[in-house]
């Protein structure tokens, strides 16, 4: 025997149907507040402060690479 069974129902009635928790006013409190603060730090970092944040690290990165490139080519060299 097959049964089927079609219910028509709103997500919100189906969650309140399975006693599951209404959990929209927590996500959008938490979306409003990680807007606020990326707004904020968004503010906070003007183009020179980004730079001389990111340039050492993107700088150190290459050398490393640079150094790296250097080690393999020297090791092919001695074989």
Do not use: Y
Request: proline residues 6%; aromatic residues 6%; hydrophobic residues 40%.
């Amino acid at each position: 025997m097959k049964v089927t069974v079609n219910i028509d129902c709103t997500p919100e009635e189906a969650r309140a149907f399975f006693g599951l928790p209404d959990v929209q006013p927590m996500q959008e409190h938490l979306m409003r507040e990680m807007q606020e603060r990326l707004s904020m730090n968004l503010k906070a970092m003007d183009p020179e402060t980004m730079i001389k944040t990111w340039l050492p690290t993107a700088v150190k990165g290459f050398e490393q690479w640079q150094d790296m490139v250097a080690a393999q080519m020297s090791s092919t060299r001695t074989k």
